[in-house]
């Protein structure tokens, strides 16, 4: 019974999550796509424990902890791989032409910087850069995010993704930049 808990929360986590997106996206909430959804499983996952812990005699919290959270890994990485691939975007673009096809240079001219402002809007809405003229700087806020986001990478010996080496520190890489 503990794993039908976990399958309960999967099932709250998938309506919930969806219907929280939605209701951020119309209200013009600043808050990131992924912190809802995190929002998302903690109250999910909260509410399948407390089902459980409520209803089952021998309940067995590990037992739905570890479906719930395949669950809903599964769920993430879904979102992650359709909300912000550009390829996905490319793909979708090409599919609504009437003729299902375009050149690579209007493509390259055309949707590719589409997909990078909306990208740098991001950025900026969540407070890591500012637009300075015609350049963007990166805030206090996005250092922090660059340092912790180097040091995970470091821990988990993720290498350089061939656009930014975060094995160099932030301010390693700033030197070299404005050399």
């Known amino acids: 019974m503990s794993f039908v808990c976990g399958l309960a929360g999967i099932l709250l986590f998938t309506i919930l999550a969806p219907v929280a997106q939605v209701v951020a996206r119309r209200a013009g909430s600043p808050i990131a796509p992924v912190a809802i959804l995190a929002m998302a499983a903690i109250v999910s996952h909260a509410a399948s424990i407390a089902l459980g812990v409520m209803t089952v005699e021998h309940f067995r919290y590990w037992n739905a902890a570890s479906v719930f959270g395949f669950g809903v890994m599964l769920y993430v990485f879904a979102f992650g791989a359709v909300y912000k691939s550009v390829s996905l975007e490319i793909l979708l673009d090409l599919a609504q032409r009437p003729e299902a096809a375009a050149p690579l240079a ?9 997909i990078f402002r909306g990208r740098t809007d991001i950025l900026v809405s969540g407070g890591q850069v500012e637009r300075a003229g015609s350049r963007f700087v990166v805030t206090p806020s996005g250092r922090t995010t660059v340092s912790r986001i180097g040091a995970l990478r470091r821990t988990f010996a993720i290498g350089d993704t061939g656009l930014y080496d975060f094995a160099v520190p932030f301010e390693m890489a700033e030197k070299t930049t404005n050399s």
């Not at 209007?106 to 589409?114: L, N």
């Open 106 to 114: 209007e493509i390259i001219q055309r949707k590719v910087p589409e």
